[in-house]
């Protein structure tokens, strides 16, 4: 009796696993249907799985203790993981979302096409209509202060990706900062969307309210600075299956072609095209924008979790301990130089996130670590100790264009209700804008040629015996200024440039929270300048150069008028 008992128990269990694995696969060909993706969960027994598994699909979530994984992947990706026959579950709340729980501020039949004004703080989705209307009145409300522009259109071509760019003489290019916030790369973790708006909104509003408490904060960024904000870097994705462009209810992680964007980027570990996809239009798009503008500090927001998570996502921290998803130890394992800048901010987000949302009644908004083996600090995480990525945006930015870019989780759910939209705005607020006065703190100097007193652009600023790994700043097109957040401490920093002798400042020191201002670096040129350099034969297309410098040979370079890009022509 007993055997028979226990036969029809495990005949049992195993019809309730084929059921649950069936409504599993029913869920996801369901998502796949409508949307071209799909989230999932599933549990590995091995660490080491995760590092294949990364480079096959987005690995979302990963939980250490439990070894449950959380997975994106579009129908090509996941088709490839099914046939590990890895038992996985389809939860629908990260699938889908209510349209009568989300919009319950304002329900989605009260919206048209024709665009509404929004008040701020704002705590709606707007439609995209709206956010473009609101993003040109920013620049017709404060002309002095903002320019509205868009970097290219999307992979749909109906959309836009939107900028402001912040700044008192805003018209005008000045020795300043620039520094660089753009939300929803992935199209529904939105939280950022309408924040990034409101903090718009916030910036300029205060800064011409000279009795505002805040007033002396946002002064000395606005003028001291430029603030790029960007809302929504994937609009195409944001209002998937909404022909008009009304509602995110279908909002998806994916651009028009359903890649993940975030995994798109070349990558110094992994090469040019880790996804094995073409750079899309959204990427190409960004990578101009950091190709033409050298910025200093920068911030990613995300949503589906709440923490700071800074570089580097591709390789593991340096430690005595090799990771635990690396048994092989082929790492690479190697931190970011300026870790112990990016601990200090990231907690100080992190803190300033805490302690305004403990205000509010939220007691554990964005305490979690998943790297406390390391660096114990709730809320902040170094990225590949939680998981590893490829193909980042963050990577990226921070090794091929030196800017210093987080990565800011802002919610557990990727769309949250309507009705929560001020509050987490108000859990960072404070937060968003001491991160950009970050950007401002640090060495900072003007090089230029000693002969002619002109800028040299392109200049690379290093921090003897610490810089690596694309940490290093360069100067400025237009000016030759430059600036470097870092630690506090007292640095050697060499200045070279190419045809030039360097120059080392030794014993410069510098404090948490201020500027240590280099002045004028002069560099002396090592090769003989030409001199008489004329231009005659003058084309559209073709004009004849001609100068005396002997008989040594040089680089030309040149740029068409109003281009970014300069073309060279060498010997």
């Known amino acids: 009796m007993k055997k028979i008992t226990l036969n029809l128990l495990s005949i049992l269990f195993t019809i309730v696993l084929l059921n649950a694995q069936n409504t599993s696969k029913q869920n996801a060909e369901k998502y796949l249907s409508l949307k ?47 046939t590990r026959n890895i038992p996985y579950q389809v939860p629908k709340n990260e699938n889908e979302v209510d349209e009568n729980l989300i919009y319950d501020v304002r329900p989605l039949h009260e919206r ?18 709206e956010y473009e209307q609101q993003m040109q009145l920013f620049e017709t409300t404060y002309p002095n202060l903002v320019d509205y522009f868009s970097i290219g259109a999307t992979t749909e071509g109906d959309k836009e990706i939107l900028f402001v760019k912040i700044s008192d003489n805003v018209g005008t290019d000045e020795q300043e900062p620039k520094l660089l916030y753009t939300s929803s790369m992935h199209g529904d973790e939105i939280a950022g969307y309408p924040m990034m708006l409101s903090l718009i909104d916030y910036i300029l509003t205060v800064y011409n309210n000279t009795g505002h408490t805040d ?39 994916g651009n028009a072609n359903d890649l993940d964007l975030n995994r798109n980027y070349p990558d110094n ?27 200093v500090i920068s911030a990613n927001f995300h949503g589906g979790i709440e923490l700071v998570n800074y570089p580097f996502d591709n390789a593991y921290a340096s430690t005595t301990t090799y990771h635990p998803e690396d048994p092989g130890y082929n790492g690479p394992y190697y931190t970011h130089p300026d870790t112990d800048w990016y601990e200090f901010i990231s907690v100080e987000y992190a803190t300033h996130a805490q302690t305004d949302s403990d205000t509010l009644g939220d007691l554990t908004y964005m305490t ?21 990525v490829y193909g980042g945006r963050q990577d990226y930015m921070n090794f091929y264009h030196q800017c210093r870019e987080v990565t800011i989780e802002l919610s557990d759910d990727k769309t949250i209700l309507e009705s929560e939209l001020v509050d987490y705005w108000l859990y960072n607020k404070d937060a968003l804008l001491d ?30 015996g610490h810089d690596n790994y694309g940490s290093h700043t360069i100067t400025d097109v237009n000016f030759g200024d430059f600036y470097r957040p870092i630690k506090a401490g007292t640095y050697n920093i060499l200045i070279e440039a190419p045809c030039y002798s360097p120059e080392t400042l030794n014993g410069e020191s510098i404090s948490d929270y201020t500027i240590n201002d280099l002045g004028d670096i002069l560099l002396t040129p090592n090769v003989a300048v030409p001199t008489s350099l004329t231009a005659t034969n003058i084309q559209s297309t073709s004009a004849d150069l001609s100068w005396s410098g002997g ?21």
């Open 112 to 129: 048209s096409t024709t665009a509404t004004n929004l008040t701020f703080p704002l705590a709606t989705y707007p439609t995209y209509n």
């Open 368 to 388: 979690v670590d998943y790297d406390s083996y390391i660096y114990p600090s709730p809320g902040v995480t170094h990225g590949a100790e939680w998981y590893r």
């Open 36 to 82: 071209g993706e799909l989230t999932f969960i599933f549990t590995i027994t091995d660490d080491a799985e995760l590092e294949s598994l990364t480079r096959e699909l987005s690995i979302v979530h990963f939980d250490p203790e439990t070894n449950i994984v959380k997975a994106w992947a579009n129908e090509k990706q996941f088709r490839n993981f099914e």
């Open 215 to 253: 007033h002396a904060r946002i002064k000395n960024l606005v003028e001291n600075a430029e603030i790029w904000i960007n809302p929504n870097a994937n609009p195409d994705g944001t209002y998937y299956l909404s022909g008009d462009n009304t509602s995110v209810t279908n909002a998806r992680r």
């Open 269 to 295: 570990v992994d090469g040019p095209h880790p996804d094995g996809e073409a750079y899309q239009t959204e990427t190409l798009a960004f990578m101009a924008l950091a190709d033409a503008n050298h910025f």
């Open 551 to 571: 008989s040594a040979s040089y680089d030309l370079r040149y740029r068409i008028n109003g281009a970014v890009s300069w073309t060279t022509v060498t010997g």
């Open 435 to 464: 991160y950009l006065t970050q950007g401002t703190y640090g060495f900072r100097g003007v090089v230029k040629d000693a002969s002619t007193g002109n800028p040299i652009e392109n200049a690379t600023i290093t921090i003897v």
